[in-house]
């Protein structure tokens, strides 16, 4: 049983190489490490050769977290990995939590595992950043229909069938788009209490701004609600327009009962019949949408088989 701990990370030469160390080197057959370095500026390659790291993988610019994750469990893949765990390269997750994280694979218990930090211990966390992942996993737990306590959570762990399922198709985060995907495709999936330290190697390169991280995360998870799930959502959009269009329609039947002509009311009768044509036309998006969505599963799935056929024969 081969396990690969990869490590997506910007600019963090100041922990990375205590990150590594952190990492037991016996809770699996085979442990190897693998730093994901996303255009890093300053020392972090070098320090991770020191702390230890088994493979570096170097982006020339910085792409964002959701690329480096991606490039990161492809190169797992490659590496043999029965096991990967994702972890920060800033120290605040607990490498020695590994075994607690991956427990319920080696158990044959789950597909993915969350470490969850409202389950565990949380030693810091500014108020800010502790709204938005409330209200963010609120949102993915509607929106996947799972119970989870700790949808940003970025120490994670998959099964090697897990990953080959995963397709990151988001440019800025990995995190929610990776459970409505797991979620869709019926992957188990556990949570484990973790403990989260203090960060104490200057703000969060990927939270700097909350109010700029909701938007885009609030976008990754639209979008990935709306490419699963179109016919909800278009259909959800469609009777939005076609209840209020239907509200002014009474309001012109109220009045050509009242006077017997409809002239007084002639914008609300055009506002009527446009509200209802745009939510009759949003419903056709979406049995075209799910029409399309039923090719992508069949793409995922050939997907699937070619890196299985790939990945099984190296």
């Not at 080197?25 to 085979?30: A, K, L, Q, S, W």
Request: glycine residues 8%; hydrophobic residues 40%.
């Amino acid at each position: 049983m081969k396990l690969v701990v990869m490590i997506p990370c910007c600019d963090e030469e100041k922990t990375i190489a205590s990150v590594i160390e952190e990492i037991p080197r016996d809770c699996c057959d085979e442990v190897e490490i693998l730093v994901i370095d996303d255009g890093s500026t300053d020392n972090t390659v070098q320090e991770a050769e020191k702390g230890g790291a088994d493979r570096i993988l170097s982006f020339k610019k910085n792409k964002g977290l959701a690329p480096a994750f991606r490039a990161g469990l492809q190169a797992a893949l490659e590496m043999g990995a029965d096991i990967i765990v994702n972890t920060d390269g800033d120290g605040q997750y607990n490498g020695k939590e590994i075994p607690k994280l991956i427990e319920p694979i080696l158990d044959n218990r789950a597909d993915f595992v969350l470490g969850s930090r409202t389950k565990g211990h949380i030693e810091y966390m500014p108020l800010q950043k502790k709204i938005g992942n409330r209200i963010a996993t609120f949102i993915t737990r509607q929106v996947t229909g799972y119970p989870v306590s700790d949808a940003q959570s970025g120490f994670r762990a998959f099964t090697r069938d897990c990953a080959m399922r995963l397709n990151v198709m988001a440019d800025y985060t990995y995190v929610q788009e990776t459970l409505i995907q797991a979620t869709y495709y019926g992957l188990v999936i556990e949570e484990v209490p973790i403990e989260f330290r203090r960060r104490n190697a200057g703000p969060s390169r990927l939270i700097s701004n909350i109010w700029k991280y909701a938007q885009r995360a609030g976008v990754t998870i639209a979008r990935g609600y709306r490419d699963f799930h179109p016919l909800d959502t278009f259909f959800g959009i469609g009777s939005f327009f076609i209840l209020v269009g239907l509200l002014f329609g009474f309001r012109v039947l109220f009045g050509y009962f009242k006077t017997g002509v409809v002239a007084g009311y002639l914008p609300s009768a055009v506002l009527t019949v446009l509200l209802i044509l745009i939510g009759v036309s949003t419903m056709t998006l979406g049995m075209i949408a799910d029409i399309l969505k039923t090719q992508r599963k069949i793409q995922d799935e050939i997907l699937y088989r070619l890196k299985k056929m790939e990945y099984d024969n190296q």
